[in-house]
């Protein structure tokens, strides 16, 4: 009896060392296929990894601002919280010493699911690149360009403009290497950003700021990305085309065409600071906010007091 109890147990163990083997060893090849940089160069653009491999966390670079929120940069917080869901978000601020002020901080910090997820980190405004000095004029801009790259390479995750607004939940991408929007006969767009760490595109993005152009608002940023690196290997990306609303006419919709429909849409480029000179009907409503977005008619009021839960007064109804 006590013998064959003995020998089973040998059994058992082998068995519990094979199955322990299988495991690591699969567990290791999965890990060695989807995080590898290395094995990046079989990574497959269009189904991805069986799993996620971007972290869940979203970025926002906010430099040259103070420490309070606006309207927008609080909508757009709210939009990613309601819509995404991410385990954290980072703001990437140039204020040294960041107190968190205003009213719209005090409204984020009564929601403490949504306040233990926020962090600030400091991330200096770069002056210049590969030795070449940023257009001081501009130098917020072509340097949060910058920070993006270097915030993707150093954390991985999900980059969004300040006007960058989720609709549906990005989780679908975070299977991906890089993920970026480039529509058709378009340079891509950066609103929106989601890559792993280790992406291949982002080190050649970088790289190609070797050439860099003062003067172009948009060279570095989308066009010599486009055409010197996606073109000749747009297998470094998961295409999107259109779902992430970068393209003008679709943004502007939101303040102009009363029918437009945003709900297929991933995310929406809001262009607020660009309605000064597009936008026919600004001077009615030069500013949103949440007391004039409540009888704003076009198709943002009704996204903006969806997300909020606010609605006109009953009289304003018709
Ligand atoms: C990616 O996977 C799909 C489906 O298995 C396949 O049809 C396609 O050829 C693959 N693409 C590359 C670049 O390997
Ligand atoms: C994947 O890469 C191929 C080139 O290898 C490209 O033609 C295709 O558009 C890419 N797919 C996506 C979804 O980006």
Redesign the pocket.
């Known amino acids: 009896m006590a013998r064959r109890r003995v020998s089973l147990s040998y059994v058992q163990l082998a068995i519990a060392f094979f199955i322990c083997f299988l495991f690591f060893y699969l567990y290791d090849k999965s890990f060695k296929n989807d995080d590898d940089r290395s094995s990046f160069e079989k990574f497959n653009?269009?189904t991805g990894a069986h799993r996620f491999i971007v972290p869940n966390i979203i970025h926002f670079i906010h430099y040259n601002k103070n420490s309070q929120l606006n309207f927008i940069d609080y909508v757009v917080l709210i939009a990613a919280m309601r819509n995404h869901q991410p385990d954290m978000f980072y703001y990437h601020t140039d204020i040294v010493d960041y107190k968190f002020s205003g009213k719209y901080w005090d409204w984020v910090k009564k929601d403490r699911s949504l306040w233990s997820r926020i962090q600030i980190k400091y991330l200096q405004v770069p002056t210049e690149i590969f030795g070449q000095k940023l257009n001081e004029e501009w130098r917020y801009f072509h340097g949060g360009d910058i920070g993006r790259i270097h915030v993707l390479m150093r954390y991985g995750g999900i980059y969004l403009d300040n006007d960058a607004y989720v609709i549906r939940s990005l989780h679908k991408y975070r299977k991906f290497e890089c993920v970026l929007n480039w529509d058709e006969n378009q340079f891509m767009g950066t609103q929106i950003i989601i890559a792993h760490k280790d992406a291949r595109f982002l080190p050649l993005w970088l790289d190609s700021y070797r050439q860099y152009h003062p003067d172009e608002w948009y060279y570095n940023a989308g066009e010599r990305p486009t055409v010197e690196i996606l073109t000749k290997h747009?297998?470094l990306?998961?295409?999107v085309k259109g779902d992430f609303g970068a393209d003008i006419s679709v943004s502007m919709s939101l303040y102009d065409n009363p029918t437009f429909n945003w709900r297929h849409l991933d995310a929406i480029h809001l262009l607020v600071n660009h309605r000064v000179y597009m936008d026919d009907n600004y001077n009615k409503t030069p500013v949103f906010d949440e007391n004039t977005i409540l009888n704003y008619n076009y198709p943002f009021g009704e996204m903006i007091r969806e997300l909020l839960d606010i609605h006109p007064p009953a009289i304003n109804r018709s």
């Open positions: 653009n269009s747009p297998q990306i998961h295409r």
